[in-house]
């Protein structure tokens, strides 16, 4: 009994083997064929990367974004080759299945990772757009400085006072960033108060004349002075020049040397700049003048300097 059920084993391995087998021969010109088709989707994958690379590398500042590109756009290829191999043999339900295991994964993986998802799907997006490159002086959530990286998932900024800030990706995109190199000009507003005696043409006159015989002053047409309102002791005006921005003269050293300029203009022509005054005045509507309340109080202590003497 032993013996016949090891031989009734042996003989159903046998079996098996053999209609594999069979099926193997018959289904070997399918299976070389996919396998040619693969090796040549895999060989088309790697020659159509080089050239999207170069591409993108021609299009992209940042070279991880056009690396990142290419790598997805050979596995998109290949992946192609794969699924018309898989067909081919008509293994249609594997086919079917590996698309709905790559959906579930995806989507899993996106709902696991949605915070660096946002900031890679954000980088490649700006990547696209160019709000800025790198070098640019830009200024978002209350950073301002120049762009030293752009990567897939963060920027870094270094500020004017020497840190660096690394932005998420996904902030740049959701929120206003000011590029101040896109134009290469940048106005510059200085406030200045003269006093309500001085003459307001004749001071916005000298102002402008003197400006624009400043090299970095830019676009001498455009530099304007406007009287922008009453101070409590001065009338206040508004200074507007324009500057190469980045240049060779910076917008600190500028707005410091307009300022000294309007300065001493201001003090070689009489005209004041004046600092806070307040005035007493008792005459205004339903008050009294301050002089009459004095001579009043002086009355009033004659008087009674008097009574006191002669009671004495």
Do not use: C
Request: net charge negative.
């Amino acid at each position: 009994m032993e013996f016949e059920a090891v031989n009734n084993f042996w003989t159903l391995i046998h079996d098996k083997i053999e209609s594999w087998v069979e099926m193997g021969i018959k289904h070997l010109p399918n299976m070389v064929v996919a396998l040619i088709i693969l090796l040549v989707f895999a060989l088309i994958a790697r020659i159509a990367s080089r050239l999207m690379s170069r591409l993108l590398h021609r299009v992209f500042e940042s070279k991880q974004i056009a690396d990142l590109l290419a790598a997805i756009f050979k596995v998109l290829v290949f992946v192609t080759g794969l699924f018309i191999a898989l067909e081919f043999l008509g293994l249609t339900g594997t086919v079917t299945s590996l698309l709905a295991g790559a959906g579930i994964v995806g989507l899993a993986i996106g709902f696991a990772f949605q915070d660096m998802t946002e900031n890679l799907i954000a980088g490649i997006a700006m990547g696209i757009r160019k709000p800025f490159e790198i070098g640019d002086v830009v200024e978002a959530d209350d950073v301002f400085g120049n762009v030293k990286t752009i990567n897939l998932r963060n920027t870094i900024v270094e500020t004017f006072s020497g840190q660096l800030e690394i932005i998420p990706n996904k902030i740049l995109f959701r929120n206003i960033v000011t590029n101040y190199t896109t134009t290469g000009l940048r106005r510059i507003e200085v406030k200045v108060g003269i006093s309500y005696a001085d003459d307001i043409l004749k001071a916005s006159e000298l102002i402008e004349s003197k400006l624009n015989e400043q090299k970095f002053v830019i676009r001498q047409d455009d530099t304007r002075v406007f009287a922008e309102g009453f101070g409590g002791s001065s009338v206040d005006l508004l200074v507007w020049f324009w500057i190469k921005y980045p240049g060779e003269v910076g917008f600190m050293q500028a707005r410091h040397e307009a300022i000294h300029l309007i300065h001493t203009t201001l003090a070689e022509n009489d005209i004041l700049i004046p600092f806070p005054i307040r005035t007493l005045d008792f005459g205004a509507k339903g008050g009294e003048k301050l002089n009459s309340m004095l001579s009043e109080v002086s009355n009033k202590a004659g008087e009674y300097a008097k009574d006191s003497s002669s009671e004495k």
